[in-house]
Each structure stands twice: as C-alpha cells, then as structure tokens.
C-alpha cells in the first residue's frame, strides 16, 4: 500500500483548519511520515510612505510574518505531544509557494482545505486549480465541513486502451496509482472503496440514426454491447494488476465496487459521485508526461468544477512541474 513520508499541511490564514490539521496528524502518525505545516501569506503592498526593502517595510513584513507564526505554533500547540511538526511561514503566491516547498523539500503529499467560492458555486479557487495542475506531488483538497472519517471513497479511472502508445503506458500507470491510492485511504479510513471506469462508443449516433451510414439496430446493439465487454475486461485486467501488487490480503479487505458508467466521464462520474454520496474521489489530473507546463485535460478539469467532495488528485510518474524555485 501506498505510504506517505513526508507531508506537507497548508494553513489558510483566518480559516477553519481544524479538519485538515487533524487529517494531517491522522496521517502522519499511521504512516510514520515528517509533517510540515505551513501559511503562506501576501506579500505586502507597499504603501507612499513605505517603499519595498524600506526598513519600515522589512519591519512590518516582520512583523506580520511573526504574529502568523505565532499563531500556527499555537494551531498545533495540541498535537505537539503525538507528533513532530515542523512549521514555517512563507510569503508570496500561495500555490507558487506551495510547490516551490515541494520541490525544495521533497514532499510527497499537500493537503489543504479547498478555497470554496460559494459564489460561483465551485468548490476550488483560482489558486487551488494552479496547484491541481502543477503540483509534481499528489494534493489532497479536504472539505472543511467534512465528518470526522469518510464511508465511500470512489477511484476514477480511464482504461480505454485507444491511445498512442506512449500515452497509453502513461495513463495505465496513473490507473494503478489511482486505485492504489485510493485503496490506502479506504483501508485507513474503513471505508467503501468504489472505483469507477466511464465509457463511450465511437460513432454511435451516426450509426444509428445517420443519413448516410445508418445500420441496423440489432447490428448497431452487438457493436455496442462488443465495447462494453471490452472496456470490462480492460477494467478487469487493472483490477488483477493492482490486486497482484498489493497481496490477496489487502485485495480481499478492500474489494471494490466496480462501476461502468455508458457516457462521457465528465458527466456520468460527478453524477455517480453524488448518487454514491462519496466523501472523497481519488483521480489523476494529467494524462501525459515531460512537457513542462502541461496543464491537465479537459475531462479533469469539468468534472473537478462539478465536484462537492474532497478530492485527492495524483500526476502519473515522470510529470514535470512548469514551476522553478527561481522567481
């Protein structure tokens, strides 16, 4: 199963952290893993009376930067005694920060609390979708108004096998991540694991009601029911793959439900979500590797606007970050 050993918490400053800090916790003790809980604040505006490197501004910047840390010691204050943690202060754009201490420090996994904006009925900002894109380690996004544990954690996968070759060692790769992950954390949660697979059939609206390629309906069904036995076994196939590597104990412990949706995966998989009442969807957010600055596809990013739960989103191996440590 998948193990975690160095994680990275963000604290948003002004903000209910309780959930995410205890998940943190939570986490690191049961993987024995470092913990790094961090803020990241604006920098500074300068004002007339105050120009930037000023010894005014170096003060106030201080200043600011030492009520927060203060703040943060007493924020983890109370699991001081479970745990060590590590805490720092950073200054600038959050999700450059953010990755900039990934890459600094190796961390293997960023949760945070998604910055909900309620007014545009999305639960990620701006800044969490940069994070979601470019972030070289898995990110967890957990709800604040989440219950203490989850009870269905759903696997989103892709194992149609039409792709160009590279792409498609790259994207069964990421499918074994995914549901690896996501059998970690239903294990660790006690929870229902459920892993789903979206599928569509090329042409098959003009085959069956096109003018000129129509064909019969029973010819048009076989074609049909022909993909979705494909597309099974495919699923199939990944189901074993991962069962081998994990070991017949944790297989049998974490047995799935299997879920093969007809229709576009960023339609049916948040509708499956909601039906299932999922707390948290575990998928990967980029597809191919080693272009910097690649951002994740379409279907990712539609179905991550139309979620309402937490989401842990993973990149496959060999992802490079568009995001230097140079400014």
């Not at 105050?50 to 910047?61: A, N, V």
């Not at 049909?224 to 081998?244: E, P, Y």
Request: hydrophobic residues 40%.
């Amino acid at each position: 199963m998948k193990q975690f050993k160095n994680i990275l918490c963000i604290i948003a400053p002004g903000k209910e952290n309780k959930q995410v800090l205890e998940r943190a916790v939570m986490l690191s003790e049961n993987n024995q893993a470092n913990l790094t809980v961090i803020t990241v604040m604006p920098s500074i505006n300068v004002g007339i009376d105050m120009s930037e490197g000023g010894s005014m501004f170096t003060e106030f910047q201080a200043a600011t930067v030492n009520k927060q840390k203060q703040e943060l010691e007493d924020l983890i204050e109370p699991y001081a005694q479970r745990i060590k943690i590590e805490t720092r202060v950073l200054v600038g754009t959050p999700f450059l920060e953010i990755i900039r201490e990934v890459l600094r420090n190796t961390h293997d996994l960023v949760i945070k609390c998604p910055e909900s904006l309620d007014w545009l009925d999305r639960l990620f900002s701006s800044d969490d979708m940069h994070l979601l894109r470019k972030c070289p380690c898995p990110v967890w996004m957990v709800r604040a108004d989440i219950g203490e544990s989850f009870d269905h954690i759903l696997a989103a996968v892709d194992v149609n096998d039409s792709y160009p070759s590279k792409e498609l060692n790259t994207r069964q790769a990421l499918n074994e991540m995914v549901i690896e992950l996501a059998g970690s954390l239903a294990v660790s949660e006690f929870a229902e694991l459920h892993v789903v697979n979206a599928w569509e059939v090329t042409g098959e609206s003009a085959l069956r009601h096109g003018a000129f390629v129509q064909r019969p309906e029973d010819e048009v069904n076989e074609y049909v029911d022909q993909t979705r036995r494909h597309h099974v076994q495919l699923l199939d196939t990944l189901i074993k793959k991962v069962d081998a590597k994990l070991g017949k104990d944790v297989a049998d412990y974490i047995k799935p439900h299997l879920h093969m949706p007809k229709g576009t995966a960023r339609k049916v998989i948040p509708e499956l979500a909601k039906k299932l009442k999922v707390d948290c969807i575990v998928m990967g957010t980029v597809a191919r590797t080693g272009i910097p600055g690649l951002f994740m596809g379409n279907t990712a990013e539609t179905i991550l606007e139309q979620l309402e739960c937490s989401v842990l989103a993973i990149k496959p191996p060999g992802f490079v970050t568009p995001v230097t440590l140079e400014e």
